[in-house]
T-cell receptor
């Protein structure tokens, strides 16, 4: 079946613009995660949804970052008033298991590369 | 101290050799451990996961877990040039809930 999809794949924004990044998880997957990956680093956790409930947003770097998953499937990560330091690859991952499961494998989408000028 | 630590490399091995990738973690309550492969410009791809002490084999890959030493490793037998990539260790559970905590990755280069 289809994997995790993300759009757009590339986004260039001027500093101060708002952006919206979309994630379409694997059908039926309960859990959805957003990560941020800087060049040469491992992904860093941003936020987690179990169905439509946002259970953990401890990784969001500032109140300019907002995520939602209103119907428990597609999710949107919104960044308001983008700054240069927001430039990174934003990865979405989904899992069919809820948190607390031992084999909670997460499958990643292709990512959105955001460049803020 | 970082929560998950890996040598950044690059680790260079000749084709056909065994590549050994290592990872240590700080949260003793961690429960599940994952190895992802990431080619340049691509997203992480799951290779294996392990949650019991000991070895777990899947084809040319073997994951090893030692919870007492807080150490997890990945062995790649008969390394191929196509194995050249960055390998990410990730840890789940304990105080971290469902999220994965990643190391910075080890770059592996397999020379023909």
């Amino acid at each position: 079946g289809a994997g995790v999809s993300q759009s757009p794949r590339y986004k260039v924004a001027k500093r101060g613009q708002d952006v919206a990044l979309r994630c379409d998880p694997i059908s039926g997957h309960v859990s959805l995660f957003w990560y941020q990956q800087a060049l040469g680093q491992g992904p860093e956790f941003l936020t987690y949804f179990q169905n439509e409930a946002q259970l953990d947003k401890s990784g969001l770097p500032s109140d300019r970052f907002f995520a939602e998953r209103p119907e428990g499937s597609v999710s949107t990560l919104k960044i308001q008033r983008t700054q240069k330091e927001d430039s990174a690859v934003y990865l979405c991952a989904s899992s069919w298991r809820a948190q607390g499961s031992l084999n909670n494998e997460q499958f990643f989408g292709p990512g959105t590369r955001l460049t803020v000028l | 101290q970082k929560e998950v630590e890996q040598n950044s490399g690059p680790l260079s091995v000749p084709e056909g050799a065994i590549a050994s990738l290592n990872c240590t973690y700080s949260d003793r309550g961690s429960q599940s451990f994952f190895w992802y492969r990431q080619y340049s410009g691509k997203s992480p791809e799951l290779i294996m996961f392990i949650y019991s002490n000991g070895d777990k084999e899947d084809g040319r890959f073997t994951a090893q877990l030692n919870k007492a030493s807080q150490y997890v490793s990945l062995l790649i037998r008969d390394s191929q040039p196509s194995d050249s990539a960055t390998y990410l260790c990730a840890v789940n559970g304990g105080n971290q809930g469902g999220k994965l905590i990643f190391g910075q990755g080890t770059e592996l280069s397999v020379k023909p």
